[in-house]
């Protein structure tokens, strides 16, 4: 039994760093990473300049990231049936926004866990965020 807890605290703290300090996907295998004003993907064009073909593919790249949550998926996906203006917005903002509550869902449900097999280290360290 205390070979268990010790192998989900290894587990919970290896996924604690990747799920808070998760890094923007990339839409192209080329891609820089985004900053605050910009997403760009392989064609190196800042999101402002991209045409509506660029700015569905970069979500659809999104999308095809097994990786990606359902607010990430949601919010895509909304962008996708909104206008030029709205996949903008998704790429430069609402992507990160997404993929944030996603990461807490995602704790959450580690939390969850770890409260219910009465792991205190794991629960502490949660906490601690």
């Given at each position: 039994?205390?070979?268990?807890?010790?192998?989900?605290?290894?587990?919970?703290?290896?996924?604690?760093?990747?799920?808070?300090?998760?890094?923007?996907?990339?839409?192209?295998?080329?891609?820089?990473?985004?900053?605050?004003?910009?997403?760009?993907?392989?064609?190196?064009?800042?999101?402002?300049?991209?045409?509506?073909?660029?700015?569905?593919?970069?979500?659809?790249?999104?999308?095809?990231d097994e990786d990606s949550g359902?607010?990430?998926?949601?919010?895509?996906?909304?962008?996708?049936?909104?206008t030029a203006d709205d996949m903008?917005?998704?790429?430069?903002?609402?992507?990160?926004?997404?993929?944030?509550?996603?990461?807490?869902?995602?704790?959450?449900?580690?939390?969850?866990?770890?409260?219910?097999?009465?792991?205190?280290?794991?629960?502490?360290?949660?906490?601690?965020?």
């Open positions: 039994m205390r070979q268990h807890r010790a192998g989900l605290l290894v587990v919970a703290t290896a996924l604690t760093p990747a799920l808070l300090l998760t890094t923007p996907a990339f839409a192209g295998s080329t891609a820089a990473p985004a900053t605050a004003t910009t997403v760009t993907v392989s064609s190196e064009t800042p999101v402002d300049e991209m045409p509506e073909d660029e700015l569905r593919a970069a979500i659809h790249a999104i999308l095809a359902r607010g990430v998926t949601e919010a895509a996906t909304q962008a996708l049936d909104g903008r917005a998704f790429l430069k903002t609402g992507y990160r926004l997404a993929q944030a509550e996603d990461d807490r869902v995602a704790i959450a449900r580690i939390l969850f866990t770890a409260q219910k097999n009465g792991d205190k280290r794991v629960i502490a360290e949660i906490n601690g965020l």
